[in-house]
């Protein structure tokens, strides 16, 4: 696999997975007809108010999960295996694309029309990508060293040295 799509696929393909996601299909009214049933077999006790309530934490949470993943992603694919240190730079980037992409992605959910882009939203998916880098930044501090140890014990291909 050339060295460019090791990298970069996986965040074009879970941008497009978010996509997706961002359709009528995967509206509101669509997954209440698999979301609620399952949660009222969980919680037979519940009332439709609350589980209403788990139906909209559910779909935030997803979009915070989106963007988290997508993160994560981004920021592997800017450092293409070479950097094992943390980057403030690589940190800005993959921030700034998550932001765009999260503005995208709610323009073109008010093109849906069951769908309604919000942008309370777009602060949530930015905000899992935060938490993202958030968690990168802190898994760096408390272990500075940790990816330099594995990186200079791998080859390029992440196969360890003889």
Known sequence: MPFILKYWLPPLLWAGLVSVFSTDSFSSGQTTSFILPFFQWLLP???????NSIHFLMRKLGHWTEFFVLAMLLYRAFRQGQ???WQLRLAVW???LVLLYSVADEI???FVP???GVWSDSLLDFFGGFCA???LYARHRS????LARV??????????RA
């Open 45 to 51: 006790r519940a009332t439709p108010e609350v589980l």
């Open 133 to 135: 880098i958030a968690l």
């Open 108 to 110: 073109h959910q008010r």
């Open 114 to 116: 069951s769908r309604s």
């Open 83 to 85: 950097t094992p240190q």
């Open 94 to 96: 993959t921030l700034s």
């Open 151 to 160: 990186s200079s014990a791998c080859d390029v291909s992440g196969v360890p």
């Open 143 to 146: 272990k500075p060293d940790a």
